[in-house]
């Protein structure tokens, strides 16, 4: 075989394949359409923080204001630091997922964060 095909876009791995019109990995299974390699990549949505920062999965964010959480005990606090985000299609319009400190896992909107 001295065909040149792309590594796998999920797992990285050169070992793929030609199945029908798809490329197939047959390290993870994942079949991907060789057409539509790069836009993916690209129509990633791109998140801001408050003040208009980018935000990218591992980033560590400061809350903005005071956040009213139901069933617990009182609120988020001002100047509280999450660490480790990750940008979700979360819902409505909460787009990050996160462990807050005394709180647990909980999605935010990156409206109330700040890049810290």
């Known amino acids: 075989m001295s065909q040149n095909l792309p590594a796998c876009p999920r797992c ?4 793929t394949y030609e199945s029908g019109a798809l490329i197939a990995c047959s390290q993870c299974f994942h079949e991907w359409s060789p057409a ?17 920062n980018v935000l990218v999965d591992g980033d560590a964010v400061t809350i903005v ?9 009182g609120p988020i606090k001002v100047g509280t630091k999450v660490r480790g985000i990750r940008i979700v299609d979360g819902v409505g319009d909460h787009d990050l997922e ?18 810290a």
């Open 65 to 73: 204001k005071d956040l009213k959480v139901k069933g617990a005990g």
């Open 12 to 15: 990285s791995s050169a070992y």
């Open 36 to 52: 539509a390699d790069e836009p993916s990549a690209a129509s990633a949505p791109v998140v801001r923080d408050a003040v208009g």
């Open 98 to 115: 996160a462990k807050v400190p005394g709180f647990g896992p909980m999605q935010l909107k990156s409206s109330v964060v700040r890049k």
